[in-house]
T-cell receptor
Framework: AQTVTQSQPEMSVQEAETVTLSCTYDTSESDYYLFWYKQPPSRQMILVIRQEAYKQQNATENRFSVNFQKAAKSFSLKISDSQLGDAAMYFC???????????????FGQGTILTVHP | KAGVTQTPRYLIKTRGQQVTLSCSPISGHRSVSWYQQTPGQGLQFLFEYFSETQRNKGNFPGRFSGRQFSNSRSEMNVSTLELGDSALYLCASSRLTGTTEAFFGQGTRLTVV
């Protein structure tokens, strides 16, 4: 079974500053994927970034980057140059690689509410 | 390209009734997963369908069921509704199953009174 923990219920950042959201996970699998999803007030979950566990290089998508520490089972999200539109609930999630019975099942953390101050 | 469409967006039902929620995946996507989101329990996996077959099921009572049609559209049904079933129900589709990204709909907000 996989578990995902987000220990920061709420975070805040000033516009244009940088913020890091924390996530730890636990899995017995050797092959898995990690994701950060954003859920704005519209409620639609939007994929922010993904990381394949077999890749050592940290994933980057424009202003969003991750710090993936496989041994420590840590997967933090860094948002640079924060914008008002980044305000949302952020979820860390894991998925077992294909071949297991978990198929497409995503396991989510509890979420972190990010507030961006102008 | 149209996204994942969930209908209805809002629903109010009475305890004991049953409800059916619908999810139309992105064209070409064959995998559909359902999640329940509540303030107390967070996001919990309900089930996943791929090519009309249930591939995986979460830890929910048998009152929760689903199906997938040949066009990949999926429905989930909750019978004998309880107050605790009030939640946001999210549907996600992906092209295949397993490793590909999931794209979510905007959800159906179910309120049981």
């Amino acid at each position: 079974a996989q578990t995902v923990t987000q220990s920061q219920p709420e975070m805040s950042v000033q516009e244009a500053e940088t913020v890091t959201l924390s996530c730890t996970y636990d899995t017995s699998e050797s092959d898995y994927y990690l994701f950060w999803y954003k859920q704005p007030p519209s409620r639609q979950m939007i994929l922010v970034i993904r990381q394949e566990a077999y890749k050592q290089q940290n994933a980057t998508e424009n202003r969003f980057s991750v710090n993936f520490q496989k041994a420590a089972k840590s997967f933090s999200l860094k948002i640079s140059d924060s914008q008002l539109g980044d305000a949302a609930m952020y979820f860390c999630a894991s998925k077992r690689d294909a071949g297991g019975t978990s198929y497409g099942k995503l396991t989510f953390g509890q979420g972190t509410i990010l507030t961006v101050h102008p | 390209k149209a996204g994942v469409t969930q209908t209805p967006r809002y629903l109010i039902k009475t305890r004991g009734q049953q409800v059916t929620l619908s999810c139309s995946p992105i064209s070409g996507h064959r995998s559909v997963s359902w999640y329940q989101q509540t303030p107390g329990q967070g996001l919990q996996f309900l089930f996943e369908y791929f090519s009309e077959t249930q591939r995986n099921k979460g830890n929910f009572p048998g009152r929760f069921s689903g199906r997938q049609f040949s066009n990949s559209r999926s429905e989930m049904n909750v019978s004998t509704l309880e107050l605790g079933d009030s939640a946001l129900y999210l549907c996600a589709s992906s092209r295949l199953t397993g490793t590909t990204e999931a794209f979510f709909g905007q959800g159906t907000r179910l309120t049981v009174v």
